[in-house]
């Protein structure tokens, strides 16, 4: 006999559901005894859905001889019976979204992504695959690797690895195209690196623009906005030159100089520059001639001339006369030749002994690795 509807889940206590067999003792009660006493233990009952009550209520079909052989489950209505979508199973991620996601990972990256499980194995083959074809190009380019130099290979390496979906390959065939005078070819593949989230690809764009002809320097702004959000160094150190001078933005020196040190401190020697040229004029920033010192000390390390000429004329005024020669010798010797008649008065107050030993130092020199 079928069962009168019972409440939703929602309507009764939150107990949990209990098996069918306890009631096949009950046989002596009554129809409506029987009802009543179910009721009671079970928060809701295994029914279909009737026409009548539009899924909201559940009917069950079954006689009380039948519940017996089956546990209790969910109801089986269609609106009961759906899951709903699994989002913390990332296994479960479509090809394309998982290789868009991907795309500007790195060869290790792609190792240890390719371990979570056999879904993402399969669907970042083609990356995988298009890391050897960059690092190819690479040998190529640079001739490296037992390889003699052969920009054409080295494009048609590139080209592979960017049908693969490679933002890394995009950015460098991008780059060739660009220095053999393909500069619309190479702005497709910067933009295709780009809107795929590729900070590269985003600060080469936003440059491409700059010297597009004619430049679009509001659209460089744009690009280069992104890609100094993502933590991209040389992004940064333009976008603070395009502040700075009003280029394509209002100009805005403060948040120029604020560019500029988050620039330095990732690395670009021309920020370093910069920023210390900020803090000892107080321009954008606050005046500070610790961090100026700083700064100009950290350019000069890296290599930049001009920042090795002003960090031997601060400590030539030091009196620090040794580390002067050297510094100014090493920006002589880097074509700034304003620094030669300094350094002949710091020769003139020195001993033989102590020229040779800057002289020495300065042809052991190496400027730090940077990243632009």
């Known amino acids: 006999m079928n069962q009168k509807t019972w409440p939703t889940p929602s309507d009764g206590p939150n107990y949990s559901a209990l098996p069918l067999a306890k009631f096949n003792n009950n046989l002596h009660l009554d129809n409506q005894q029987h009802q009543q006493e179910f009721h009671k233990r079970r928060h809701f009952a295994i029914n279909k859905t009737t026409k009548s009550d539009h899924g909201h209520h559940y009917q069950s079909n079954s006689s009380s001889k039948s519940k017996t052989k089956h546990k209790s489950s969910r109801p089986t209505s269609s609106i009961s019976s ?42 970042l083959k083609p990356l995988r695959e298009a890391m050897l074809f960059v690092r190819w190009g690479k040998r190529y380019k640079h001739g490296k690797g037992g390889v003699r130099p052969n920009i054409q290979k080295a494009l048609d390496s590139f080209l592979q690895g960017s049908l693969r979906g490679s933002t890394l390959a995009m950015v460098d065939a991008g780059l060739i195209y660009w220095e053999m005078g393909k500069r619309e070819e190479g702005i497709v ?143 002589i010797r880097a074509g700034e030749n304003a620094a030669a008649e300094v350094k002949n008065i710091i020769l003139q107050e020195l001993t033989q002994g102590s020229r040779d030993y800057a002289m020495r130092l300065a042809d052991n020199w190496r400027p730090l690795l940077s990243s632009h």
């Open 82 to 123: 759906s899951k709903p979508p699994d989002y913390s199973n990332f296994s479960l991620l479509p090809y394309d979204v998982l290789s868009r996601i991907a795309a500007s990972f790195t060869l290790p990256d792609l190792r240890s992504s390719s371990l979570v499980c056999k879904s993402w194995r399969d669907a």
């Open 189 to 331: 593949f910067y933009r295709r690196a780009a809107e795929l989230g590729d900070p590269a690809g985003r600060c080469n764009l936003g440059i491409s623009y700059l010297q597009a002809d004619p430049p679009n320097p509001k659209e460089a702004v744009k690009w280069l906005y992104k890609a100094s959000d993502a933590g991209h160094s040389r992004a940064q150190y333009q976008l603070a030159l395009c502040l700075h001078q009003g280029r394509g933005v209002e100009c805005n020196i403060r948040e120029a100089a604020s560019w500029y040190v988050r620039a330095a401190e990732g690395g670009n020697v021309r920020s370093m520059y910069n920023a210390s040229l900020c803090y000892s004029s107080g321009e954008g920033l606050v005046f500070n001639h610790r961090q100026a010192k700083k700064w100009m000390k950290h350019a000069a390390d890296h290599g930049h001339s001009k920042a090795q000429f002003e960090h031997g004329l601060g400590l030539f005024s030091e009196g620090k006369m040794v580390r002067a020669l050297i510094y100014l010798e090493l920006a």
